[in-house]
């Protein structure tokens, strides 16, 4: 079946502009996570939903970050008065139900690039 | 707080030839470990993960890891590369008990190169 696809693959835009970041997970997953991955990082936690909830936005790194899933299905990440430093690769992932045990399956990521 | 090292940033290696790729933990609470693996413009996959149980466990493509929690390592190791298994490796942490949970802990990832 379908993975998680992330749209946009890449974007750029200039410091200062506002940016969303579209996920989709898989079909039936209740729970759904953001994550950044900085150049030669692993990836660092932003935010996970359950359902249309966010039960842990403790790795936001700031109030310009804000992520929302008002279906719960589809969720969109938005970055405002967006920071070169804000650049990085974005992913999604989605599990079945929100537990440490379950797999996270990640998309392929958006790469974010701010000049 | 729970943190994963990975000190080999990159390891070559010939075909056909074992690998073992290093990972340790820090915790003070019982964890979960995971090993995935990154493709070229592809998303994290998973390869194999401990819960609980037998502490060797085998996952996707002939890799397997072992748990050794007097040395709080998850080394991840295969008896014979493929080019194929060129891509970079991350090893994570869930602590379900330490005010982490849900939360996939990674560390910088090793870049395994496999060569001809």
């Known amino acids: 079946g379908a993975g998680v696809s992330q749209t946009p693959s890449n974007k750029v835009t200039e410091k200062g502009k506002y940016v969303e970041l579209r996920c989709d997970p898989i079909s039936g997953h209740t729970a759904l996570y953001w994550y950044r991955q900085s150049l030669g990082q692993g990836p660092e936690f932003l935010i996970y939903f359950q359902g249309t909830g966010a039960a842990d936005d403790s790795g936001l790194p700031n109030d310009r970050f804000f992520a929302v899933r008002p279906e719960g299905s589809v969720s969109t990440l938005k970055i405002q008065r967006t920071e070169r430093g804000d650049s990085a690769v974005y992913l999604c992932?989605?599990?079945?139900?929100?537990?440490?045990?379950?797999?996270?399956?990640f998309g392929p990521g958006t790469r974010l690039t701010v000049l | 707080a729970q943190s994963v090292t990975q000190l080999d940033s990159q390891v070559p290696v010939f075909e056909e030839a074992p690998v073992e790729l290093r990972c340790n933990y820090s915790?003070?609470?019982?964890?979960?470990l995971f090993w995935y693996v990154q493709y070229p413009n592809q998303g994290l996959q998973l390869l194999l993960k401990y819960l609980s149980g037998s502490t060797l466990v085998k996952g996707i493509n002939g890799f397997e890891a072992e748990f050794n929690k007097s040395q709080t390592s998850f080394h991840l190791r295969k008896p014979s590369v493929h080019i194929s298994d060129t891509a970079e490796y991350f090893c994570?942490?869930?602590?379900?008990?330490?005010?982490?949970?849900?939360?996939?802990?990674f560390g910088t990832g090793t870049l395994l190169a496999v060569q001809p």
């Open positions: 992932a989605s599990s079945l139900r929100l537990a440490d045990t379950d797999t996270q399956y």
């Open positions: 915790s003070s609470v019982s964890v979960y």
């Open positions: 994570a942490v869930i602590a379900p008990y330490g005010g982490a949970t849900n939360k996939l802990i």
